[in-house]
């Protein structure tokens, strides 16, 4: 068992194993319940043990709760006004995608022509994300890397790999559960611009993240 359903199993099994006796308020134990949501949560953590990022989603979820349909979007509307209101004046895109969040980073804030460690200026971005992503921590936090043409595809493979986990590692230095984080290198194979120009280049050497809501069921 990952440290995800541990931490699920982990819950689960406190929030069941006792309940108050309204006649008396004494604590006591229900051995039935407990069983019966330890099923369940066995259950789901067998069924989701393909499928990483819905697995991880259905896990985190258990840990620490999920989203009901009907509260999805207010929870993300709410979030989202969080997060323009800090990335004001940073560069940085917030893109709304029915409910999730999308921030495009763009070059000049991320990293230095290949590399792959923080830049001071992206540090001040991501401890700003920090800031609202662990005052909602009902979502996944999906972190992709993005490089231009330039160099071979495995170079370029490897780069973007190593930047995402570097916004990954930050954000959990800052308190974010680094279960809710799925760190991702997409390498040349996404351009939004043309690699033929220095500044199709340039708009293509970037990091999104995206928040995506975990949601019952």
């Known amino acids: 068992m990952n440290k995800i359903a541990a931490i699920a199993m982990s819950v689960l099994i406190t929030t069941a194993c006792t309940t108050i006796d309204p006649q008396t308020g004494q604590t006591v134990s229900n051995n039935k319940a407990t069983g019966a949501i330890i099923g369940a949560a066995a259950g789901a953590i067998i069924g989701k043990s393909t499928g990483s990022h819905h697995r991880d989603r259905a896990l985190v979820g258990a840990a620490i709760g999920a989203l009901a349909?009907?509260?999805?979007?207010?929870?993300m509307d709410d979030q989202e006004a969080a997060m323009r209101h800090e990335m004001a004046g940073t560069g940085v895109d917030v893109i709304r995608d029915?409910?999730?969040?999308?921030?495009?980073?763009?070059?000049?804030?991320?990293?230095?022509?290949?590399?792959?460690?923080?830049?001071?200026?992206?540090?001040s971005v991501l401890t700003r994300i920090?800031?609202?992503?662990?005052?909602?921590?009902?979502?996944?936090?999906?972190?992709?890397g993005h490089t231009d043409s330039t160099g071979s595809a495995s170079y370029n493979q490897t780069l973007s790999e190593n930047r995402?986990?570097?916004?990954?590692?930050?954000?959990?230095?800052?308190?974010?559960?680094?279960e809710r984080i799925n760190a991702i290198g997409f390498g040349e194979s996404r351009p939004v611009a043309d690699n033929n120009t220095a500044e199709g280049r340039a708009n293509n050497r970037r990091v999104e993240i995206e928040l995506v809501p975990i949601v019952q069921g």
Not at 100 to 116: C, E, G, H, K
């Open 69 to 75: 349909g009907t509260a999805v979007g207010s929870y």
């Open 98 to 123: 029915g409910d999730r969040l999308i921030l495009n980073i763009p070059n000049q804030v991320t990293f230095d022509v290949n590399r792959a460690d923080v830049k001071p200026e992206f540090t």
């Open 164 to 178: 995402a986990n570097s916004v990954k590692s930050y954000l959990g230095q800052q308190g974010t559960m680094y």
């Open 130 to 144: 920090a800031s609202v992503v662990n005052h909602y921590p009902k979502t996944m936090i999906e972190v992709a």
